[in-house]
């Protein structure tokens, strides 16, 4: 894949109104994006397919919707108010702050250089300090030391906290999960390549609480169980893989870890980690907080603490994802036709309906009136801003599955035409047969 592909989705996103550079009349805001009104529609598809998939079809979870602000101790049992840093080099040549990993080697493969500058700099001199990632705020109208608290940095800490919660309100056995989605922020060193690393983001993570002995078997399952989601939502197969951590690349906490990786323009990267966790959270938190937050297994009678199998994605990098894996262009007689070939769950607006010709009254009214009844049923757009060619164009470029088109024709014999997507295929349909059509296209 190439960067030409990336430059083609970011300025789709764009032009139809999917993607929009964040505070953009202020000049922007560095590395921080608006979802417009087609992304937001695809962002919301996407998590619903994922709450679908996560929560409401499977019996063993329960879904929780936690704060972003919470009590600072949190932080301290996480260990991200120790150890959520990267080390940080300053040049002092150009002023410029780097990642440590981010420095250049010099010729003699010896010392480092300043990327930007190539200033030698001497780590013995000057060596790495650390950052933490987490964004510092204060609560209430004092900012002093004791007003501290942090926008939380995953989500994962939220479910943690409520663990003892969902058990006793849900007669919880285990082994069952709490699934969550919801804003995070990381005061990121180096964000970039579009949506795929900001600040602030979206994720979707599972916390799903076993006995230890069965770690191993459900941590399989669920990176088995998550490669299949992209999967079928439509994700091509040869841009996606595993990637398991190597023992010195774990962190502290987990025993294990499999990356799926998505092949993007700029290279493979992660969209989810899938990890044992062991029972390091429920550990720290009970340290911390004092409670007992056992499990009692009462066919054993014994008492416990859980191991945790955590899949964790991002919502914004599955859109990108989805995004590119979706983008095509296609040669046509009259030239060539952008299409976004999202799967019939992701994409925005599955309908539109496209008056033949906008001048002809009753042509219009026919097609506002097919659209505000199709509309009970499934997410169709009414568009009449352009010429019907164009109209085909602009919905291939939004992922649209079918127009119906109204021409003169439909007021004598009560026939639309709907065009597919992706053959371009015209099936001639009577309109009262329309919502069984759709049905029976899986819509
Ligand atoms: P990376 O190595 O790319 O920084 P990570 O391993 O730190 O990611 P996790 O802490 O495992 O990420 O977070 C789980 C998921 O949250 C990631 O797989 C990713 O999809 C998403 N995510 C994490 N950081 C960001 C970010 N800065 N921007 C967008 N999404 C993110």
Known sequence: MSNALMEQVVSLCKRRGFIFPGSEIYGGLSSSWDYGPLG??????????WWKAAVHL?????????????HPSIWRASGHIEGFTDPLVDCKACKKRFR???????????????????????????????????????????????????????TAQGIF?????????????????????????????????????????????????????EADVWYRKWIDLRLDWYLELGMKKENLRLREHAKEELAHYAKS???????????????EGIANRRDFDLKQHAHLSGKDLTYFDQARNLRFLPYVIEPSGGVDRAVLAFVVDAYRQEKVNDGTRV???????????????????KKNEKVVALAKKINYVLKNKFMVKYDDTASIGKLYRRQDEIGTLYCVTVDPETLEDNKVTVRDRDTMLQDRVSIESLEKYFQEKGL
């Not at 499977?58 to 919470?70: A, F, T, V, Y």
């Not at 969550?180 to 599972?206: A, L, Y």
């Open 40 to 49: 937001v529609e695809l962002k919301r598809n996407l998590k619903q397919a």
């Open 58 to 70: 499977r019996d063993d979870m329960e879904g929780l919707d936690s704060g972003i602000l919470m």
């Open 100 to 154: 440590e990993d981010q420095l250049n080697l010099s010729d003699n493969g010896k010392t480092k250089m300043c990327p930007e500058c190539g200033q030698i700099i001497d780590l013995g001199q000057n060596p790495p300090r650390m950052f933490n990632l987490m964004l510092k705020t204060y609560l209430g109208p004092v900012e002093d030391e004791g007003a501290v608290t942090y926008l939380r940095p995953e």
């Open 161 to 213: 906290v409520n663990f003892l919660n969902v058990i006793n309100t849900r007669h919880r056995k285990l082994p069952f999960g709490v699934a969550q989605i919801g804003k995070s922020f990381r005061n990121e060193i180096t964000p970039g390549n579009f949506t795929f690393r900001t600040r602030e983001f979206e994720q979707m993570e599972i916390e799903y609480f076993v006995a230890p002995e």
């Open 257 to 271: 870890c499999t990356d799926i990786e998505y092949q993007f323009p700029f290279g493979w990267s992660e969209l």
């Open 339 to 357: 299409v976004l070939g999202l799967d019939k769950s992701l994409a925005p607006f599955k309908i539109a309906v496209l008056p033949l010709l």
